[in-house]
């Protein structure tokens, strides 16, 4: 199937969903697609315990 013939067929369809189902198409490109922020990982227990075992650690030897 070349241009053409697929041209064609897309406008058969096109009058056919009109003529018989009453839509409406629309012949332009959809709208892109939001950006995605980039995903953040919320620390788990162990993270946090971790890093407070490293303050302490921090804090002793300072002192």
Do not use: C, H, I
């Not at 058969?12 to 892109?32: L, N």
């Amino acid at each position: 199937m070349d241009k053409k013939e697929l041209r064609e067929q897309l406008d058969r369809d096109t009058k056919r969903f009109t003529e018989v189902y009453g839509g409406e198409v629309v012949k332009y490109a959809a709208p892109p697609k939001p950006e995605r922020k980039p995903w953040k990982r919320r620390p788990s227990l162990r993270d946090l315990a971790y890093a407070e075992e490293l303050r302490k650690a921090e804090d002793q030897r300072s002192d």
